[in-house]
C-alpha cells in the first residue's frame, strides 16, 4: 500500500537578519492510510514547523514532499489541499470572530468552490451534529463558545472538505484536563468513520499513548527516534526518548533513573555538529560531534533511531 | 549605535532628494512661466527675442535636465534670486526661518508645559472633574481651526480690548523688547492653544497607562510618597512615547506656524512660503518649500534618535 | 448555551456599547441637526433667496426681514451662505476621507500582506509622503494650473474643477495615517490561526484580505475614517480661507472668512458664525469617533 505522505529528506530554513534557523532538517517519514502518527519533542524541536510544511503552509528549503504518490508542487498542491487539513493549538485564535460558526464550518469549501451555498450550510449542519454541539450553534459566534467547544468547531472545519490527513497541531494542550479526553475521543471516533489520517503533534507524551499508532521523536529539527508505539515505549532506544518517557510520571511504576539530560536544548541558529544531541547526552563521546548519526533499526520492525551508542533491543 | 545613526541619516536624505525633485515639478506646474513675468514687463520683446531667452535660461529642456542643473546649483549653495525681494534666496529665507523658529520654540515649549501639567492632573483621578474638564478642553484643543482661533484673538485683544497689537513684529519707532513681546503674545498663545490639546491628550493617555503598571504598584507598596511615585517612577516611563509624539508633531505646528505668521503678519517662513507661491517667485517658493521639508525630517530623525537613546529594551 | 435564543452578533453588540457612551450619542444628535441645517438652504432657496446673488448697496447689512443673519461684504444674505457653505465643506469632509482613506487601506493592506520588499517600498512612500510639511503642500497643489496640465481652460476655471480639486489634493495628503493603521493590523491578523486554516485550504491573497483582514480591520477603520472627516474640514477650511481652496462665488465656511481682517472691525459677528459652525462639526466629529472606539473597544471583545 501506497504511503498517503511521504517526507523525503525534508529541510525547512528561515533566514533571519543575518543568520538562519534551522527549523527541521533532513526529515524523511511516511504516513499510512488510516493511521496515526505521533510528531514528539520539545518547543524548539522544529515540529509544528514541519507540521506546517506538510499542510502546505510552509514551503521546504529542501526536500519533497508526496501525498498520495504525487510530489506536491506549486502546481499539484491546488488539488491536494481540500484533502490535507489542519487544527490549531489555541481554539480561542482558531476561529475568525466575525463570522457565524455556519460560515467558519463551511469555509474550506467555500475557499475551494466545492458545492452550492446550500449544500455547504447542509455540510455544516452535518459535521455540527457530528462533533456534538446543538443545531443552533450554526448561528452564533465563536465568542459564545467555550474552549472546548470551540476546538469542536475547530475539527468540523477540518473535516468539511472530506480530508484524508489531518495534522493536529497540539490539539489538546491548551484545554482543561477534563476536556481533553473528549476531544480526543471525538477524534478517535472520526477516525474511524472517515478512514483518515493524523499527524498529532504534541510535546505531551502521556496524551499521546491514547490514539497513537507510530511515534517519531525530533530533537532540534531532526528525527532522533521513530518506530511502533508500543516498541517505543517500552523500548525507547535514543538517549533523549529515554529521559522524554522518564520524565512522564506513572502510577504504579517505579522511577528508573536511566541518566539525567544536562543543560538546556541549543538554538537552532545554531545547531551543535555531528548529532545535535550531543552537548546534552550522557553516551555522548568523541563521534558524536563529528559525525551525525543515521537511522537505523533498533529492534522491533519499523523502530529506528539515529544514535552512534542507541540500545538496541532484539526483536 | 552609530550604524543606526548612519542608515537613518541617509533614509531622509534620500527622502529629502526624492521630495525636491517632486516638489520641483509640482512648482513647475503651477500658472505663470517666469519669462511670461519678464515678457509683460518688458513690451519691447518680440517672440524671437522671447524664444531666444528661453533656450538661454534653459527653459525648453526637460524637466530632468533642468531638476539636475538646478540640483547641482543647490548643493554648492546657490538656491537662486527671489524676484520679488530681489536678493539672493538664502538672503530672504534665513531671517525668515529664524522668524518661524523663534515662534514655534516659544509656542512649543508653552503648549508643551502646558500639556504635561494637565494631562499628568487628568490621569491622576480618571473620569473625575478635572479629567473631565480637561479632557473637554483638549477635544476642543483640537478641533478649533487656528486660523478662526486667531481671529477670536484678535477680535478680543485687539479690537474689543485695544490690549495687544494685531500684527507685525514691532511698532515703527519702538524697537524694544516689551515691543517685541507684545507683538509677539498673540501669536504665540494661539499656536501654544492650538497644539496643546493634542499633547495633552496624549500625556494624559501614557500617564494613566504607566500608573496602572505593577512596577508603580511596587513603588507605592515599598512606601514611597504619593508625589515621588507619580513625579519620579509614572512620568519618566510615560515620556518615553510622549517624547517621540511630540517630536513627530513638528510637522504640524509648522503648518500652525504659517497659518499664525499669516494672520499677525510675522514675516516668517510660513508668510514667506504664502507670499512667494501668490506672487509667482518660483525660487523663493521651491527653497521655501524644501526648507521646511528639511525641518520636517530632521525632527523626525530626531525623534527617532530620541525614542532609540531613551528606551533601554532598544538596542542600537 | 440553553437560554440564549437569538445570536450576539458582534455588530449589535457593538451598538448596544455605543448607546451607552453618552458624548457619543450627543454628537450624533449635534451631526444629525448639522446636516439638517445644511439641507435649509434647499427651502430658503425655493422662497427665493439666492446665495451668489450679489447686492453692493445692502453690504453688511443687520440681520432684517428675509435676511435672518444680514448680508455679508458682499451684499450676499448669509444665511443661506452658511447652509450652502456646510454641504460643500461637508461634502468635501466626507468625499475626501472616502477618497483617501481607499487609498490608504489599498497601500497598508498591501504592504501589511506581502511584506518584504514590497512592504518596505510602500513604508518608505509612506515616509516620505509624512515627511513633508501639510500645508505648504496643500497651498501648492491647490495653486496648480490644470491647464498645464492639460485640462482645457474652461474645465479649469469651472466650479466643479474647484470642487474636485480639493477633494483629490486633501485625499493625496492625508491618507497616510489610515495606511500605517491598516498595515499594522494586518500584519497582526495575517498571523492568526484561522487566516493559517484559510491558506492551508487555499486562499489567495484576494480572498484572506476580503473575508478575514478587512472585517476584522473593520472597528479601528471606521474611527480612524470619523477621525479623519475632522481633519480634513479643518483643511478644507484652511485651504478656502487663504483662497486655495473652493474659491467665491462659491461659498464655504472657510472662504466666508476671506477677507477676515477686515470683518473683524467691520462686522465681527460674521467674522464668528462661520468658525463656530466648523468648531462645532469638528468637535462632534472627534466626540463621535471617541464613542465609536469606546464602543468597539477591543478589550470588551473576545
Known sequence: MTALLALDDVSVHFPVRRQVVRAVQHVSLQIAPGETLALVGESGSGKSTLGYAVAGLQAPTEGRLFFEGVELTKSTWPAARSKIQIVFQDPFAALDPRMPVSEIIAEPLRIQRIGSEASRRARAAELVARVGLPLDALNRYPHEFSGGQRQRIAIARALSPAPRLIVADEPLSALDVSIQSQVLNLMKEVQEQERLSYLFISHDLAVVNHLVDRVAVLYLGRLVEIGPRAALFANPSHPYTQALLDSVPRIGRHRQRRAVIRGEMPSPLNPPSGCVFHTRCPKAQAVCSAEVPSLAPAGAAGHEAACHFKTETGA | MSRFIASRVWQAALVLLVMSFVIYSLIGLMPGDPLDIMIASNPGATPEVVARLRVIYGLDQPILYRYFHWLLAALQGDLGFSRTHSQPVLVVLLPALWTTCKLMLLSFVCSVLLAMVLGVWAALKPGGIVDGVVSLLAFAGISVPVFWLALMMILLFAVKLHVLPASGLSDIGDGSILDYARHLVMPVITLALASTGGFTRFVRAAMIETLRMDHIRTARAKGNAEGRVVLIHALRNAMIPVVTVIALSFGTLFSGALVTETMFAQPGMGKMIFDAILSNDFNLALSGLLFATMVTLFSNLMADLAYGWLDPRIKL | MSGVERAQSPWALRLRRFRRHRTGMASLVILALLVL????????????????????????????????????????????????????????????????????IAIGITAGYFGGRLDAMLMRFTDGMIALPLLPLLIVLGALDLTKLGFGQEFARSGAAGFWRIVVIIAIVDWTAIARLVRAATLQIRERDYVRAARAAGAGAWYVMVAHILPNIATPIIVAFTLTVGRVILAESVLSFLGFGIVPPTPSWGNMLNNAQELVTTAPLLAVYPGVLIFVTVIAVNFLGDGLQAAFDPRSEK
Open chain 3, 37 to 104: 441645517f445644511c439641507l435649509g438652504a434647499f427651502p430658503l432657496a425655493l422662497m427665493g433667496v439666492d446665495a451668489d446673488a450679489t447686492d453692493l448697496f445692502a453690504r453688511f447689512d443687520p440681520p432684517g426681514p428675509g435676511h435672518l443673519l444680514g448680508m455679508d461684504e458682499a451684499g450676499r444674505d448669509v444665511l443661506i451662505r452658511l447652509m450652502v457653505g456646510g454641504q460643500i465643506s461637508l461634502l468635501v469632509g466626507v468625499l475626501a476621507t472616502l477618497l483617501g482613506g481607499v487609498f490608504g
